[in-house]
């Protein structure tokens, strides 16, 4: 619940979407499609919160269209990662593991490698 919170707490300040926005700029500025940088939210809220993520999912899909490279992609994104924080708290914390040494860290490596494997996709295919 807690987490819940304060994905909401991020959302409605407004700080999701400076930093979204910065990245944004970013990438634009190394030659990476608008429509791919659209979709960018999805997937840095994906590891946090599912429900937050479907939430930026269909954001996207009601303003790009569902046939679009953005709403498409977004929905690449929604099932190509796991809320990995959430993996990590539930699953370690209902067989009490304290120690979880370098998950976390290949978790968040894993889900870098969907998104880049899901924009590759999304743009060979589409």
């Known amino acids: 619940m807690g ?4 994905i909401s707490f991020f959302r409605n300040s407004g700080l999701f979407e ?20 659209d979709s960018l939210p999805v997937a840095m809220l994906r590891p946090f919160s ?3 993520s479907r939430g930026f999912m269909i954001d ?5 269209g569902v046939d679009s490279l953005t709403g498409r992609l977004s929905a ?3 099932c190509s990662a796991e809320t990995t924080f959430y993996v990590i708290a539930v699953y370690f914390g209902s067989i009490n593991v304290k120690n979880t040494r370098y998950t976390l860290g290949i978790m968040l490596l894993v ?10 996709v999304a743009s060979w295919f589409f």
């Open 3 to 6: 987490m819940l919170v304060a």
């Open 18 to 37: 400076i930093i979204s926005n910065g990245i944004s700029f970013v990438f634009s500025n190394i030659g990476v499609s608008k429509q791919i940088t």
């Open 50 to 52: 599912s429900s937050g």
């Open 60 to 64: 996207a899909m009601n303003t790009f």
């Open 76 to 78: 690449i994104f929604q």
């Open 111 to 120: 889900d870098l490698i969907c998104v880049i494997a899901a924009i590759a």
